[in-house]
């Protein structure tokens, strides 16, 4: 199939992009990687009026570190961020999730903002910016403002952005002294959807485990952070044992619907050990 037909915009500026955002609406969509719409449209399963194209407008292909943090233009492609000597060696969570993200040919062209904006419940890129705390830059009409991922994440596809609105840089904190982190997925094949996907930050402070986060995606809507999960661990040792008894935890604390592929009840015990296997494995980088 073929799109229906949608006026073309091809903006040079952050403003003339927001300006044309802000005047059509949810009749307009954006264009960046294309590797999530282009489908959509050729199926059309959307049908935007107008379609802005982001991909000239400078600055927005960046990474920086600047100020205890990473920041990664909404333009990087995948690619290119899996190959940065700045993300491999400051968001090292970030390296690891990345050969992950669909195939090698989409994150040639894909972008980290666009999966950003997507907010696929299964992508790999939230994940790891909920686990590690960042944030999401929007601009629009009245300047920008940043916001934090467990405000910007409502459900599948769905975020808050505004009318208006583009997403212009992630930023991601750089790790803390002892910090270790580890991300674990299951998916069909290489490249597929994850079936089910975990994030793991802690800070091993005096042989005891500090700031945990573990955060979930694929079995849930959005990134989810499992609190009880770090609760259990807060300010213990980390041992094979408790991994195992959180990854229990994690078990119950969430309820997929299942699908074709896994049923309910594997999607939760997978879930566990993919939690329990993150833990251990961050507990061990955090040394």
Not at 19 to 46: W, Y
Not at 253 to 273: C, E, K, N, W
Request: glycine content about 10%; overall charge negative.
């Amino acid at each position: 199939m073929k799109p229906s037909s949608f006026e073309y915009v091809r903006a040079s500026a952050v403003e003339e992009a927001v300006a044309v955002l802000a005047e059509h609406g949810d009749d307009a969509k954006v264009l960046a990687g294309g590797q999530s719409l282009v489908p959509l449209l050729n199926m059309r399963l959307a049908a935007p009026a107008v379609l802005v194209d982001v991909n000239p407008v400078a600055g927005l292909d960046e990474i920086r570190a600047d100020n205890g943090s990473v920041h990664v233009g909404a333009l990087v492609r995948q690619a290119a961020c899996e190959g940065s000597q700045v993300v491999q060696t400051r968001i090292p969570l970030v390296a690891e999730c990345l050969p992950s993200v669909g195939h090698f040919v989409t994150r040639n062209r894909g972008t980290v903002g666009g999966s950003v904006a997507h907010a696929d419940g299964a992508a790999e890129i939230p994940l790891c910016l909920a686990a590690l705390g960042g944030t999401v830059v929007l601009a629009g009409k009245a300047g920008r403002r940043w916001v934090s991922t467990d405000d910007f994440f409502v459900t599948h596809y769905l975020t808050t952005i505004g009318p208006g609105e583009l997403v212009v840089e992630t930023v991601w904190p750089l790790p803390a002294g002892g910090e270790g982190c580890a991300f674990e997925e299951i998916a069909l094949r290489a490249g597929d959807f994850a079936l089910s996907m975990v994030a793991v930050v802690l800070r091993r402070d005096e042989g005891i485990a500090r700031d945990l986060r573990v955060v979930v995606g694929a079995v849930t809507d959005r990134p989810t952070a499992l609190i009880e999960v770090a609760a259990s661990l807060e300010g213990a040792a980390m041992t094979e044992a408790s991994a195992r008894e959180a990854g229990v935890l994690a078990a119950k604390a969430v309820d997929p619907p299942g699908s074709i592929h896994a049923t309910p009840a594997y999607l939760r015990a997978v879930t566990g050990t993919l939690v329990e296997r993150a833990l251990l494995r961050a507990w061990e980088r955090s040394a």
